[in-house]
């Protein structure tokens, strides 16, 4: 069982910035992904951005150049920096974690919205 606590989410004007945490209750050693989707309202769930036990990552493009995802090893805790939003980026974004085993958890989720 992995439980994953997410924080950061909120309202911004287009062009702005919001940070997005996730902390983990197991240490990465574990883990074999985490990273995180979000949802749209009448949408299906999309991968924003994703880092794996080996350092890669891997980036929706509709992100690139705008989300920069990292992770804190010594807090289990994954976090997207997210620049210039846009408002088509207004949606639930859920924390994702999978583990070396393969089981797959999901955080609460936390709503950005980007309007003017």
């Known amino acids: 069982q992995v439980q994953l606590v997410e924080s950061g989410g909120g309202w911004v004007q287009p062009g702005g910035s919001l940070t997005l945490s996730c902390a983990a209750s197991?240490?990465?050693?574990?883990?074999?992904?985490m990273g995180w989707f979000r949802q749209a309202p009448g949408k299906k769930r999309e991968l924003v951005a994703l880092?794996?036990?080996?350092?890669?990552?891997e980036y929706a493009d509709s992100v690139k150049g705008r989300f920069t995802i990292s992770r804190d090893n010594s807090k289990n805790t994954v976090i997207l920096q997210m620049n210039s939003l846009k408002p088509e980026d207004t949606a639930v974004y859920y924390c994702?974690?999978?583990?070396?085993?393969?089981?797959?958890?999901w955080g609460q989720g936390t709503q950005v919205t980007v309007s003017s």
């Open positions: 994702n974690c999978m583990l070396n085993v393969g089981l797959t958890y």
């Open positions: 197991r240490s990465f050693t574990t883990i074999y992904h």
């Open positions: 880092i794996d036990n080996n350092d890669d990552l």
